[in-house]
């Protein structure tokens, strides 16, 4: 149950008592359907936690609900709805749990259902969190830009592919990336996370499997397994993708496709180098085995330019590449693109047609005006100076804090340090201990199964003194850990 | 190959000549790739038309790049690219066709497209399209809103099940239609279409089946197909749904839902009676069948409010309610919502997060506004006063030329007339001519296989100057028609 089902009104100086209020609303949440018979209530535990009253005074209300025979608890120790007909004679509800859990796309995992809770409660700290924080944002541009909407429709709805002007804009903003490409050959998507699930279910036959970094971008790896396609993992080091290892893989399972981030990987930091991009390229053009270059990070470098994207060197149209403003501009703005063939962008754009009729027009104008005013430019110079001092600073703090007992790399773009822990900490264990203190870590085993040792922080959300702070007490809540 | 594909940049004054400059840009996007071996190319005389140049310029740029080897006329007639090595040595390229044909989702249909493209036309009447018109849009209130963007955060991810106030809004604005619910039962989606896409990959076994009317809501029907989920239709007369037949598809094909549009159905206008109304919940409780009410068109009732919502009478959480702000406000904007049982829509939540990561963040803050500061109350008032006169206006032309030869409903809201033409017209045919005289009409058989002699208008979108002459001319090609 999420937190948001509890943001219930007690009014404490009412004439009821708190008991019958919550009482009373259970009754309604259960009475008109919100509720449905199988339902399962939240622990008296976290009622009482997040209505801040009591934990007897939830309980005196539950009593008084199971008196009714309208719930009852179950030998798991769980409270269930069982009967919600004290207003109506005799009738049927609907199952809906088996409903929900026959639907085709599965579900998150548990985990990182957990931490998307966690994100939204307001006191916590998030070390791990991969988006610009608050004050990274362009808020003052972007009403700027909203303030001075000019007459230009962006009411109805867009064209199968996006908006064009905006394609037209991505055209330049991407050829100085090295990247040729025309209007035709772009899709304008909610969010390069929107990308992965329309050519999961747009170009893979089932049954079908795709390779992708270990670890890799966990979002992107879920849309795959959730829409029932099989996902192999191939290993890394320092330059990017294990290219024996990849052969291997290749040859073993003959995935549809390979998902990469070359450039500022998530969660590593790691830059393909050169090299590897050659031998990557040469291997997909002699296997005909299409790419995912998912370049998301590309204009956060803080050091130096990292070499272009494989796209530009794609000249037989092997390579599907991402991008978005997400980083860089609004997560919330939901403003990605993807660049390919047009008989595959055809495909996808039929699909989102299908199921979304396009992304928000709205969205679409502002992203228009960003780049073509050349807000894209000036942002990005300033976020550059901001996301090098909150790296330094936590690196700082890392070779402080955890000089003696972790390791990590030194991020020369994008959001991310890997922090490989002593192999005597349970990251499960500590995730816990430091979500009770309201410190929020991302652990490693989300990424890669196999990343048993390792969390993600990220310098661009969290306020650097918290950080530093969160740091601080991480230290010694590993410190907790290893003496067990 | 879609119209967009050819806006390309040809100068009439340089000094290459047309043809040239033609092989150039086919050139260009064979060897980045963009259009890789396989790709079929338009037709000459499509290519001719839309580059606004003579057939035969176009034959001498294609006789060039088939000199070269790089395309090849086939069998059929078109004529692909079957090469594009000529700037490095053998490559394999990918098979995309293979791709784009294997993947799960199924392509929309040939006349959706086919009217999807029309559509994009500037110079086009569009005398069925299922949106408010430019002039109808309130683009002033939105400028208006825009400009006066507060510090509300607008820019960052939002919570799983969207921004909590626009939630607290919808939980206001539909209980004046006589529905209670709290926050935590809503999901705000891209438009009520996504609702029903996450309905399919979420909720549906496969393989399964639903029921809708037939006609209905294309969009509707094809999300579930491509989904791989089977449709029945069920029947309907001037009350809604044939309740007899319905209960003959539910004993046959035991359906996992239906989905219906009981208020002003799209195509027919339909109205579903008080009567009626009261048998499908009945029926749905006794036999545990869960129902998709589509309510989009609620708000624009035209001379009297419709019976309230079938959701205000649903006691057991049996109905999924889907709502929009599209037909009222801005169908670019996508923002609309899903009111279910809280584990629905916590299952629809999160496939939603991990499909696309949420609707934009700033629709959603321009449609809080819309809903809290009482815009959408003013702009409905004046909304349906033009609608009303709209309506009126296509009545009376169709009493005038189709009054012998057509029959249709009187629409008390919403934006349909479903017109029925003489069974000796071939609507295809007509649809043809029409398109030649750029006249778009939306024929029936979209709707429903069986309803081979409708058509489907709308007075929201076309100019109604436009809108008449078209029925006029219309009439004309019927006539055309009937005497071959
Ligand atoms: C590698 C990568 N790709 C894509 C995304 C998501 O981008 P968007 O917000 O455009 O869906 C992320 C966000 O964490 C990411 O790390
Ligand atoms: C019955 C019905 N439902 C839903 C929609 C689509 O609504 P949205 O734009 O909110 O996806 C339409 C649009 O034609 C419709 O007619």
New binding site residues.
């Given amino acids: 149950m999420s937190k948001s089902k509890l943001r219930w009104l007690l009014e404490r100086d009412q004439t009821l008592p708190l008991y019958r209020q919550i009482e009373q609303q259970l009754r309604q949440r259960i009475s008109n359907g919100e509720w449905p018979v199988g339902t399962r209530l939240p622990s008296q535990r976290k009622l009482a936690e997040q209505l801040g009253v009591n934990r007897s005074t939830v309980t005196q209300a539950i009593d008084e609900l199971a008196s009714w025979g309208i719930i009852a608890g179950n030998k798991g120790g769980g409270t269930r709805v069982v009967n919600n007909t004290w207003n109506r004679l005799a009738a049927n509800t609907i199952n809906w749990d088996r409903y929900v859990e026959s639907g085709a796309h599965q579900p998150n995992l548990p985990a990182i259902r957990q931490i998307n809770e966690a994100e939204y409660r307001a006191d916590i700290i998030r070390t791990g969190t991969?988006?610009p924080g608050p004050e990274l944002l362009p808020t003052a541009r972007i009403r700027h830009i909203l303030a001075d909407a000019s007459d230009e429709p962006f009411l109805g709805y867009e064209e199968p592919k996006g908006n064009l002007r905006l394609r037209q804009q991505i055209v330049h903003y991407v050829a100085k990336q090295g990247i040729q490409c025309s209007p035709e050959s772009i899709l304008i998507v909610s969010?390069?996370?929107?990308a992965l699930q329309l050519i999961a279910i747009g170009l893979l036959q089932r049954p079908s499997s795709i390779v992708a970094e270990a670890p890799s971008?966990i979002?992107?790896v879920r849309v795959f397994q959730s829409a029932g396609i099989g996902v192999h993992r191939v290993a890394m080091d320092a330059q990017g993708i294990k290219m024996s290892h990849l052969r291997q893989q290749l040859t073993e399972h003959q995935p549809g496709l390979l998902y990469t981030?070359p450039t500022f990987h998530?969660p590593t930091g790691t830059i393909m180098s050169n090299e590897r991009r050659a031998e990557l390229l040469e291997l997909s053009s002699s296997l005909s085995l299409p790419l995912i270059e998912?370049d998301?990070?590309r204009e956060l470098w803080l050091d130096e330019e990292p070499p272009p994207p494989l796209k530009s060197q794609d000249r037989h149209g092997n390579i599907l590449y991402?991008g978005?403003?997400?980083?860089m501009m609004s997560?919330g703005i939901?403003v990605?693109w993807i660049i390919a063939p047009v008989p595959v962008i055809d495909r996808l754009a039929d699909i989102k047609m299908q199921t979304d009729y396009g992304s928000s027009g709205l969205s679409q104008y502002v992203a228009t005006r960003w780049l073509a005013d050349g807000h894209q430019a000036q942002h990005q110079a300033w976020l550059r100076e901001q996301l090098q001092a909150r790296r330094d600073r936590l690196l700082a703090a890392l070779e402080y804090h955890f000089g003696d007992i972790g390791a990590w790399n030194v991020p020369a773009g994008g959001f991310y340090i890997w922090l490989r822990l002593p192999v005597t900490v349970h990251v499960h264990r500590l995730f816990k201990l430091a979500l009770r203190e309201r410190i929020l870590i991302h652990p490693g085993y989300m990424y890669d199964r196999a990343a048993a040792h390792h969390i993600r922080l990220s310098y661009s959300y969290a306020e650097m003194g918290q950080l530093e702070h969160s740091i601080q007490r991480l230290r010694q809540l590993v410190k907790q850990c290893m003496d067990v």
């Fill in positions: 991969g988006e969010g390069a996370l929107q971008y979002q992107s981030i998530n998912d998301v990070y991402l978005s403003l997400s980083k997560p939901r990605g």
